[in-house]
């Protein structure tokens, strides 16, 4: 019977942890991963005398699923277990063979097709007026619900849009080579009313280069050169809430996107494009040949936002 680390140093499991954690691109995934591996090393220093196991991961995962998580949230931290075996296996704290085994743990299993949120018509008209457009911050936050709206970026990927970002391109704005996830660069076509929101906002606030949205304190000043992206996750929770929409995320807003361009006869090819799914074909990705920016998804959404100069 293959033995395993029994009773590792705790030394040695939190440098084995760091190399995990080191591997991973984005910082929610090291959040969620740190956490999971935390817990479960929590959990084994008292309910597995046996060691890191395959037969040890098997009884973590059950008693997950007992405490009613989600399979999405248990599969997460098994894979967070498997990485740290295979670390473990490739730095001499665990055999091989035993590694492997750990790895081939069954993840949950998700039953049925989750639906997911997002706005109605008139409810992302809502959402994208209810900032008060007479203050600074007003004029930020309806920027930026324009631009989620309106170009179905992602949380991050907002947070992250430049000002060099939005280009004229077919006789309409675009924006140009936004890099998303994965690392995949995309064009994405902006509808005018966007546009208009974000002059709105960088108009007064003197914003010329770089990022385009960034802090502002209570009495309206800028107070630094970006905003985060747990702020616009923030914000977007804080402006559903007031049209009734309570729990709103950046990722509904995305959905909204799709949906309202799909029910607006945009093709999706087109709008796979907008999104950036991992669908599109590598060729797309490098020559946009068949992305068609004068019959944009944008332009079938249908809303009708009045922006102020």
């Not at 906002?201 to 914003?207: A, Q, R």
């Not at 909204?256 to 945009?266: C, D, E, Q, V």
Request: proline letters at 5%.
């Amino acid at each position: 019977m293959q033995t395993a680390i029994l009773t590792p140093q705790a030394a040695a499991l939190e440098r084995i942890k760091a190399l995990v954690l080191d591997g991973l691109g984005s910082p929610e995934s090291r959040r969620a991963y740190s956490w999971a591996l935390d817990d479960f090393l929590r959990w084994c220093a008292t309910e597995a005398p046996g060691g890191f196991t395959k037969a040890t991961v098997n009884a973590y995962r059950s008693r997950l699923e007992v405490q009613g998580l989600s399979a999405a949230t248990i599969n997460i931290r098994l894979s967070a277990i498997r990485k740290l075996a295979l670390e473990a296996a490739d730095n001499g704290l665990m055999p091989p063979e035993l590694a492997a085994g750990i790895a081939r743990v069954k993840g949950a299993k998700q039953q049925g097709t989750r639906t997911g949120k997002w706005l109605t018509l008139d409810e992302a008209e809502r959402l994208i007026s209810a900032p008060n457009p007479a203050t600074i911050k007003g004029k930020r936050d309806r920027a930026l619900l324009a631009v989620l709206v309106g170009c179905g970026l992602r949380r991050k990927e907002a947070a992250g849009l430049a000002v060099e970002h939005i280009q004229m391109r077919d006789a309409r704005w675009v924006i140009v080579d936004l890099i998303g996830k994965g690392s995949r660069v995309r064009s994405v076509p902006m509808p005018a009313w966007t546009k208009a929101a974000i002059d709105a906002w960088i108009g007064p606030t003197g914003i010329t280069t770089g990022l385009i949205f960034r802090a502002v304190n209570k009495g309206g000043r800028i107070t630094g050169e970006s905003m985060t992206a747990q702020s616009i996750f923030e914000a977007v929770r804080i402006y559903g809430a007031k049209i009734g929409v309570p729990e709103l995320a950046p990722h509904d807003l995305r959905r909204t996107f799709a949906k309202l361009a799909h029910k607006g006869r945009a093709a999706l090819e087109q709008i796979q494009l907008s999104l950036g799914h991992a669908s599109i074909t590598t060729t797309e990705k490098y020559l946009g040949v068949r992305q068609d920016l004068t019959d944009a998804p944008c332009d079938h959404l249908g809303l009708r936002v009045e922006v102020s100069p």
